[in-house]
């Protein structure tokens, strides 16, 4: 059988920029391989040093929707498209050297929202299901100008430009969603991207989301952004049904025209030829879509089509590395969510695929010395990965190849619109869907195919389980444990020192071995105390 084994290079990963490589050999998975296998690791494990160093640069790669199922499924998939039976496969970021919890809960809510949870990982404080950007003491949905600005959380970005670094946001998503939202506006209803959007009553009292990036900090002082979002930015109406501007505003020209007031060199770019032709701009505005980006597997891959998620990624840190003082990037995958939504089960697998390797590209252009990359997800699915399919099952495949057991899917979702097009094909009402019953099988090779749900929902909702960290760099052991997700912004600026603790984490560099010893002390001595 296929297998991957690490080989001793794997330790590149922890000090060095290049991914962790691995030797494929081919052998039987037998005692002496495992135990080969599990010596291998241990030794890699037992070469960790802390690195206690400050990180002048951080990357906080967020992949909406990414619970453990999604990791888990996607990198089978990853394995599978490259030939692999896939359970072996790892993730780039699974063999960064610190891994933790994160709970996702919103203060009113068991599963959250991706407004709150943004909220909760970009500034710190946890709040509302649908709110961004504010504490949880002004009501959703309303606005009183005394509470409101009582209400406003600042976010990593806005710490990071205080202490003069250069930052910057790339999402799949509208740049006016939730996720990206919070990481430069306050708002009371995470659906305010448009004017039109927010009541009569309040509109006086809160700009909307786009307006808000534009207009006031930090979002004006964000050197690179990248998503798509072009029709709330009143640039041009296209496909989207979120909202239009009512305002007759062009925002894109706003931004333009600031900028040009600053005296800053800059550019505003709708694709990704124009993308790829930045260089020296001191800020930039890219929008590649009239509302969302194109999900990767539909992308026009030409000049003219939307840049990937990894091309962004790439142009951004090429953007941001130019500055003395380091950087702060924040990168949402944000159309795995979406794909879940609909029971896209490949779609979401592919999106995360595509999220791993701009991690990849990140890392091959960081160091470990200096960069600290901090991996997780805002919240989790209703995903699940079930039955007992064989080893090397198509991962998008059935749970099982019996003649006279119901048909089922490996991956499934506890509700959302797949019910109606499984009730269709008969296999809830009736008892006799069976192999010999193709009817479900005709479309599963198409990219929106639709996986089972056994209960409707129009859209299927979050799961409310832990959510993983993955952390690598400079004081990236900060990121072992369980977590408030309200954590994440704090330990991410107190390594790069800013922030509400911008000295909290200075220390002198000490080993795991010498931490380990002197634990090893300390219970000694509470032991003989006792």
């Not at 089978?76 to 030939?83: A, H």
């Amino acid at each position: 059988m296929r297998a991957l084994e690490t080989v001793a290079a794997c330790v590149l990963l922890l000090q060095a920029t290049a991914v962790c490589k691995y030797l494929e050999v081919v052998q039987i998975e037998d005692k002496n391989y495992w135990y080969e296998l599990g010596k291998s690791r241990l030794q890699d494990q037992l070469k960790k040093t802390m690195n206690l160093n400050r990180a002048k640069n951080a990357i906080f790669f967020v992949g909406d929707g990414m619970g453990l199922t999604t990791v888990t499924a996607s990198r089978i998939y990853k394995g599978q498209l490259n030939g692999e039976t896939g359970e072996e496969n790892y993730h780039a970021f699974d063999l960064f050297p610190d891994i933790g919890l994160v709970k996702t809960y919103n203060t009113d809510k068991q599963v959250p929202d991706s407004a709150g949870t943004a909220t909760a990982m970009f500034c710190g404080v946890k709040t509302k299901y649908y709110t961004a950007g504010i504490d949880s003491t002004l009501p959703t949905g309303e606005c009183d100008p005394e509470l409101y600005e009582a209400a406003k959380v600042d976010s990593l970005l806005k710490w990071a430009q205080d202490a003069g670094k250069r930052t910057g946001l790339v999402t799949t998503t509208r740049i006016t969603h939730a996720t990206p939202s919070a990481a430069y506006a306050h708002i009371a209803e995470r659906n305010w991207e448009c004017d039109g959007k927010i009541p009569p009553e309040y509109q006086g009292c809160m700009k909307d989301i786009a307006r808000q990036l534009v207009e006031e900090s930090p979002g004006k002082d964000i050197n690179v952004v990248f998503g798509g979002g072009q029709q709330q930015l009143g640039f041009a109406i296209g496909d989207d049904d979120s909202c239009e501007r009512t305002d007759g505003l062009n925002l894109t020209e706003i931004w333009e025209n600031d900028r040009k007031a600053e005296g800053v060199s800059h550019r505003f770019v709708i694709n990704r030829g124009q993308m790829e032709e930045l260089s020296t701009e001191d800020k930039v505005l890219g929008l590649f879509g009239f509302g969302h980006m194109a999900y990767d597997l539909e992308r026009d891959t030409g000049a003219d089509g939307p840049p990937s998620i990894v091309n962004m990624t790439v142009k951004a840190i090429q953007m941001l590395q130019r500055g003395e003082n380091g950087f702060m990037l924040i990168v949402e995958g944000g159309r795995i969510d979406h794909a879940h939504h609909d029971n896209f089960a490949k779609l979401a697998l592919s999106e995360a695929v595509r999220f791993e390797e701009a991690i990849s590209a990140a890392l091959a252009m960081t160091s470990r010395d200096d960069t600290l990359i901090v991996v997780t997800a805002d919240h989790s699915h209703s995903l699940t990965m079930n039955g007992y399919p064989k080893r090397g099952n198509d991962i998008l495949g059935f749970a099982h190849d019996e003649l006279d057991k119901p048909i089922y899917e490996t991956l499934t979702y506890a509700n959302g619109p797949g019910y109606n097009v499984h009730r269709k094909n008969g296999s809830i009402d009736s008892d006799e869907y069976l192999w010999k019953d193709l009817t479900l099988m005709e479309d599963r090779d198409e990219t929106r195919y639709m996986h089972f749900a056994p209960i409707y929902e129009e859209t299927e909702t979050h799961g409310g389980e832990d959510v993983a960290v993955y952390a690598i760099g400079p004081q990236s052991h900060l990121f072992n444990g369980v977590f408030e997700q309200s954590y994440l912004a704090h330990a991410i600026s107190c390594i790069g020192k800013f922030g509400p603790n911008p000295t909290l984490c200075s220390s002198a560099p000490v080993s795991a071995k010498s931490t380990s010893v002197l634990i090893m002390a300390f219970l000694y001595i509470l032991n003989r105390l006792i």
